[in-house]
């Protein structure tokens, strides 16, 4: 008889627990005189759910495909724990004439399946009950629960026995110096984007090892997380706030939040960063600032077009006045873009409104800015259709596309195979493969055509950017004349600038200091790109 091989272990701590079943199973089938086909596997993945475990999804097919007659594994826990997916397994299996025996339990029959698999999900749920009695026991004796919290370190100890004593924290100094100044910023008003940047500047690592964002201080208001809302900061560890439970469709891990009347606080004197009532008043200001927040929103909301139109202009004034004020902050289609033709150097503000090739000697020095700018939007004026087709018809951009259709066709046999595949189990079962106890298998397969035809769609579309319609090119250009204009009327208009700075690669500076002659390299996909304001 042949046969195919199951082993499962839940956590990667079981290392040699897969082998270790895979060996037993295998001695069996000596004993029995069975010939294995293969050996499938899942390694530190949960008996909880089938859908997520690529050694069982691997053996069903292979079932399918008739590759083995029945499937050897040491007991029926290996399978599942979850009643049903014990049940569907046995149901698919035995409708294709394959049969499950355990080196425990020997062949598997209807009665097996409702008394053990009843079993097994029994002892899951007294399993988490009991490992949530632990946890809750330890944190009411002191310890902590989860990873390391932003201003503590974890402490290394070892009971009479030599046994590691877990949960055990201590408050690392610098970082309680940065906790506390958080607070101390926050009530006394500072905005959170103001305090990240002054972390930031600090080059203060945030508890990620990265940037500290305003997400990192305040968190979720439902699920009060975030740094801010850490009560271990004024001494009370706060524990089974969430719920894990597994989808019971697709099996993955989904955090509940639990009723806050089952929340458990146990008090840590010790661990105190923040005094309580500074604590509570910080409490408060993060409720009366989100009130703040969300009376803004939905006052704008509520706004006219006419308001909304006024508001915008308000702020364009803003950023202009904001512009004059300062020459380190003046943003127009210069910035950053200007070099000399001759010597290929950046053109940099040299001072107030005058711009210099950084070359000794080069006659540029001292431009006026006034001066570049009219040249620099005179030359943004020569983008024509013709110019934008060219850049699409170069040998390089036709390579592109014909690697993006080499990579499209590839793809097609494969999609046709597993098209190939479902319409043989089809003619090969028959109407009974519409039934629920194939719909899994089908289902797959349909998920991996749905897969391949996606990445299919995405190397199309990819390829049809680099030879835009006629239409298309006619659009862009309308709205990159449009925006044109705006900067005719006024150089540092600021929504024109920033949109036109897309489609510019440089400016070349030529001629002298009193007659600067610019011309503009033209970034074509950036112009490209201007497409997507139509759907703003």
């Not at 090119?473 to 005719?488: D, E, P, T």
């Not at 540092?492 to 036109?500: D, I, Y």
């Amino acid at each position: 008889m042949l046969v195919a091989l199951y082993a499962r272990h839940s956590t990667d701590k079981q290392q040699g627990s897969a082998e270790d079943q895979i060996s037993r199973c295998a001695r069996f089938c000596k004993q029995q005189g069975y010939r294995v086909v293969e050996a499938y596997r899942d390694e530190a993945l949960s008996g909880a759910h089938m859908l997520n475990r690529p050694g069982i999804q691997a053996l069903l097919t292979a079932a399918i495909d008739g590759d083995f007659e029945r499937v050897i594994t040491e007991d029926l826990s290996r399978i599942s724990r979850d009643q049903a997916d014990t049940a569907t397994f046995f149901k698919k299996l035995t409708f294709i004439g394959v049969g499950i025996e355990t080196v425990s339990e020997g062949i598997i029959g209807e009665l097996h399946i409702g008394l053990k698999s009843t079993m097994n999900a029994l002892y899951l749920k007294d399993l988490a009950d009991k490992t949530r009695r632990g946890q809750i026991a330890a944190v009411l004796r002191g310890s902590i629960p989860g990873g390391v919290t932003y201003g503590y370190d974890i402490v290394r100890r070892f009971d009479e026995n030599g046994e590691p004593i877990r949960g055990a924290r201590s408050i690392n100094e610098a970082e309680a110096e940065v906790v506390k100044g958080i607070f101390s910023d926050y009530l006394a008003g500072v905005s959170l984007k103001k305090i990240v940047e002054n972390l930031n500047s600090l080059g203060i690592p945030a508890p990620t090892g990265g940037k500290w964002g305003p997400t990192t201080l305040i968190g979720s208001a439902a699920r009060e997380t975030g740094l801010l809302r850490q009560t271990m900061y004024m001494g009370v560890i706060t524990f089974n706030k969430m719920e894990f439970r597994k989808h019971p469709e697709n099996g993955k891990r989904l955090s509940i939040l639990r009723p806050r009347s089952e929340w458990i606080q146990a008090p840590a004197p010790e661990l105190t960063i923040i005094d309580e009532m500074t604590f509570k008043a910080v409490q408060e200001m993060i409720i009366e600032r989100s009130s703040k927040r969300s009376e803004l929103i939905l006052q704008r909301r509520q706004e006219s077009d006419t308001e909304k139109a006024a508001r915008e202009a308000a702020r364009v004034n803003r950023w202009k006045r904001e512009q004059a004020r300062s020459r380190k902050t003046i943003h127009t289609i210069l910035s950053g873009n200007l070099y000399c033709a001759a010597h290929g150097h950046k053109i940099t503000a040299a001072r107030e409104r005058r711009f210099a090739c950084s070359e000794p000697g080069c006659p540029l020095r001292q431009v006026a800015r006034d001066d570049l700018l009219d040249q620099a939007i005179a030359a943004l004026g020569q983008l024509t259709g013709t110019a934008i087709s060219s850049h699409y018809e170069t040998e390089e951009i036709r390579e592109r596309r014909e690697a993006f259709t080499k990579k499209i066709d590839a793809l097609t046999p494969k999609i046709e195979a597993r098209r190939e595949k479902v319409m043989n189990v089809l003619d090969a079962i028959g109407g009974a493969a519409r039934t629920e106890t194939i719909r899994g298998f089908l289902d797959a397969q349909e998920e991996e055509i749905r897969k391949l035809r996606w990445e299919q769609i995405k190397l199309e579309r990819r390829r049809d950017a680099l030879q835009p319609k006629p239409g298309m090119i006619k659009a862009v250009l309308r709205i990159y004349n449009q925006a044109l204009s705006q900067l005719r009327s006024d150089p540092v208009e600021h929504s024109a600038t920033l949109l036109l700075r897309r489609t510019i690669e440089r400016f070349d500076v030529a001629g002298e200091r009193d007659k600067p002659e610019v011309a503009a390299r033209f970034n074509i996909p950036g112009v490209m790109e201007l497409l997507d304001e139509l759907d703003r």
